[in-house]
């Protein structure tokens, strides 16, 4: 499985973006799909997820500001981010939960797309 992130890039405060996060390969079957970031000097810390039933969850500091959904096809996230603020900076990664077989559990990552807002 690989997750091939799209997207980022320099926005000002009050901006938009739209990150894409595009699976492929093949897997027996996949739990969640979910955007981490990870600002310099701090942990990757989870900013919006999407479980194979269609739950979402948000970090409190995106809600109503962040947007997560996907394709029918079930195999590209995209996360829409509003009102963007200088703190949302950092690393974007995509993370897919899923399963090798119905025994084994594993994460996937993709490569991070930055994300820069100037104040």
């Known amino acids: 499985v690989q997750l091939q992130a799209s997207g980022g890039g320099l926005v000002q405060a009050g901006g938009s973006l739209r990150l894409s996060c595009a699976r492929s390969?093949?897997?027996?079957?996949?739990?969640?799909m979910g955007w981490y970031r990870q600002a310099p000097g701090k942990q990757r810390e989870l900013v919006a997820s999407?479980?194979?039933?269609?739950?979402?969850n948000y970090a409190a500091s995106v809600k109503g500001r962040f947007t997560i959904s996907r394709d029918n096809a079930k195999t590209t996230v995209y996360l829409q981010m509003n009102s963007l603020k200088p703190e949302d900076t950092g690393v974007y990664y995509c993370?897919?939960?899923?399963?090798?077989?119905?025994?084994?559990?594993?994460?996937?990552w993709g490569q991070g797309t930055q994300v820069t807002v100037s104040s």
């Open positions: 993370n897919a939960e899923g399963y090798t077989d119905p025994w084994t559990a594993r994460d996937y």
């Open positions: 390969g093949t897997i027996f079957m996949i739990d969640a």
């Open positions: 999407i479980t194979r039933g269609g739950s979402t």
